[in-house]
């Protein structure tokens, strides 16, 4: 096994300053894709991005990841400014995006491999594989796996790199509601062991509010941070605790979904 | 039987067809239009020179076409890959790609100091644009995903081309090696009708200037078995390679 980090996580720590990012379309109109945004993630921290489509979410993400520049503001990663995708921000997309022509095994070694790490880290390849559920699965091809079992290979390969912090974009959103439910327990006994920073953009209320210790409620036109809601509760949750309805139905009600309030019926 | 074996009973009965054709026809038109038997014949006794023949073909179409595919997907898989090489050599692919590769052939064959040389020169012509414009478009589409995904693994342009868009582009490669193997051999008999003193297009031309028409026959047929098992080799190693792709 990969030996669990002890004590509270030192690194991970994320610092959004005032960042801006617009998209320019074909016909010449400009999108603002993120207005002036600030966020602090503390080190070891899981985060929650929730909001409707359009709201930047996505948009914020790929920027921590590094993978499109930032018209104005500034990132930091352990105060150290981001400039590009880096195997210290790991990122696991909605499409699990195995490379078909590799194995498992292979998938997973793929990042140390790159970086020619490989001979000296190969034997942490099996151990990530444990971690997710999948050593016996090693020599099998993507193909052959279900889509919960190609996700916990692309949790693999992103871990693999040891990242101290793990970006996650609707990694869960393909997969049906229970093995859904599973992979997000699954997600949190990863995090709890790593103590890596967690952020993940999810457009499920529930989910971000199991997973989080922070949700970060997230507003289009223009693409802001409407709201943070702290989520102070221990772990391992109940999906069905009364504190976690009442969480529920507060971030509905800032998304606007939150109906006619009526006192409860109990007419079972 | 499964479907796939049933093609072959087209065979026999496109030999059937030819005997009795041959049957019907007049005396005085027999011999241009031999039958089976007489050709069959021919093969048997022609299968000695046949060989040297094969041979010698071999000796042009296994180099000018290993070097057409190599040098395709060194060039293809870069250029398909980077935005503006792409853009760059846009207009030559439109421009050359498109040339029947036969008309190198004479030129070719003046140009280059040996028959041998001129040649693997024009089978590599042949094979190497249907290679090229396979590598590139494969190279090209592969997922934007799978690219971003690259670099937050870490990866550097050397081993992105390495690693992910050659294995990416190689079902489109092979596509392409399929439809440049076909050229090589149209563009190996063409030459060695031209200018050759052995091999199979030799074969063929030198039997039809004596009018031995069962002989020409038979070095058709041979040729087209040549061919079918190159094209049946290369079918799978495709298979073989591209385990993958389904």
């Excluded at chain 2, 087209?224 to 049946?232: L, Y």
């Amino acid at each position: 096994m990969v030996a669990p980090q002890t004590g509270a996580a030192t690194i991970g720590a994320i610092n959004i300053r005032g960042v801006k990012k617009t998209f320019t379309h074909q016909d010449g109109s400009i999108i603002e894709a993120l207005s002036n945004v600030d966020l602090s993630v503390a080190a070891g921290e899981f985060i929650t991005l929730i909001g409707p489509s359009g709201c930047g979410k996505s948009t914020l993400l790929r920027a921590i990841a590094g993978l499109h520049p930032v018209d104005a503001g500034e990132l930091t990663l352990d105060g150290e400014p981001i400039t590009g995708p880096a195997a210290e921000r790991g990122l696991v997309f909605q499409d699990p995006l195995l490379f078909p022509w590799l194995n498992i095994h292979d998938n997973v070694a793929f990042g140390l491999k790159a970086r020619h790490l490989y001979r000296e880290h190969k034997a942490e390849v099996g151990q990530f594989l444990k971690l997710v559920g999948l050593e016996t699965f090693g020599k099998s091809y993507p193909h052959q796996l279900s889509g919960g079992m190609q996700q916990r290979a692309a949790l693999a390969r992103a871990l693999v790199n040891q990242p101290s912090v793990l970006l996650l974009d609707e990694p869960l959103g393909a997969l049906d509601a229970f093995t859904r439910m599973n992979m997000q327990d699954e997600i949190i006994r990863i995090w709890q062991e790593r103590k890596t920073t967690m952020i993940m953009v999810t457009h499920d209320v529930d989910e971000a509010v199991y997973l989080a210790d922070r949700v970060v409620v997230m507003c289009p036109r223009p693409a802001r941070i409407e709201e943070i809601i702290s989520v102070k509760r221990e772990r391992p949750r109940a999906r069905s605790h009364p504190d976690f309805l009442q969480l529920r139905g507060k971030l509905l009600k800032i998304l606007d979904f939150g109906g006619q309030e009526r006192e409860p019926e109990y007419r079972i | 039987m499964p479907h796939r074996l049933s093609g072959l009973l087209l065979f026999p009965l496109l030999v059937g067809v030819w005997a009795f054709v041959a049957e019907i026809l007049p005396p005085q038109s027999r011999y241009l239009f031999p039958a089976p038997l007489a050709v069959a014949r021919a093969l048997w006794e022609s299968l000695g020179v046949l060989w040297q023949g094969t041979v010698a073909s071999m000796m042009i179409l296994i180099p000018g076409y290993i070097l057409a595919v190599l040098a395709a997907v060194l060039f293809g898989i870069p250029v398909g890959a980077t935005t503006w090489a792409r853009h760059f050599f846009a207009p030559l692919m439109r421009v050359a790609a498109p040339v029947p590769p036969t008309v190198y052939v004479p030129y070719a064959i003046a140009l280059l100091p040996t028959f041998r040389a001129s040649a693997i020169f024009v089978v590599f012509i042949g094979a190497f644009w249907p290679v090229f414009l396979g590598a590139v478009s494969g190279a090209a589409t592969v997922p934007e995903r799978h690219r971003d995904n690259a670099r937050v693994l870490g990866f550097g342009r050397w081993e992105y081309w390495r690693r992910v868009a050659f294995h990416a582009a190689l079902p489109a490669i092979f596509n392409g090696m399929g439809v440049g193997m076909a050229m090589a051999f149209i563009l190996l008999t063409v030459a060695e009708l031209f200018g050759a003193n052995v091999g199979l297009g030799h074969f063929v031309q030198y039997y039809a200037d004596f009018a031995d028409y069962p002989r020409m026959v038979a070095g058709i047929i041979y040729t087209g078995a040549v061919t079918f098992s190159a094209m049946t080799l290369l079918a799978q190693l495709q298979k073989r390679m591209l385990f993958w792709n389904i």
